[in-house]
């Protein structure tokens, strides 16, 4: 198994910064693809950017050129960085992993608990 824990999230000022924070714990895995989703009240949960294990890098459009999500894989964490929020980012944000159980050779989805950005306007 694997654990997926989040921080970084909080109350922004609108044109402000936050940088989340992924932070992956478990033996006997391999995690590949990572991802950072974000789901609003009333919304869908959305993909807002994803990265492989060899740093190939995805966003939604919506937050092309404001967000920039990294990986130490040393370090099994995942960052988000972001810039120039608007109130329309407030949602909870989640963190996502692709792992390979490396006894089993069986893949599976791990998510963490999610934290929440506030963007006020």
């Not at 950017?49 to 995805?58: F, R």
């Not at 988000?80 to 608007?86: D, F, V």
């Amino acid at each position: 198994q694997v654990r997926l824990v989040e921080s970084g999230g909080g109350l922004v000022q609108a044109g402000g910064s936050l940088r989340l924070s992924c932070a992956a714990s478990g033996s006997r895995i391999h995690i590949n693809t990572m991802g950072w989703y974000r789901q609003a009240p009333g919304n869908q949960r959305e993909l807002v950017a994803s990265i492989t294990t060899a740093g190939n890098t995805n966003y939604a459009d919506s937050v092309k050129g404001r967000f920039t999500i990294s990986r130490d894989n040393s370090k099994s964490t995942m960052y988000l960085q972001m810039n120039s929020l608007r109130p329309e980012d407030t949602a909870v944000y989640s963190c996502n992993a692709e792992v390979m159980d490396l006894m089993t050779s069986r893949p599976f989805t791990s998510w963490g608990q999610g934290t929440q950005v506030t963007v006020a306007s």
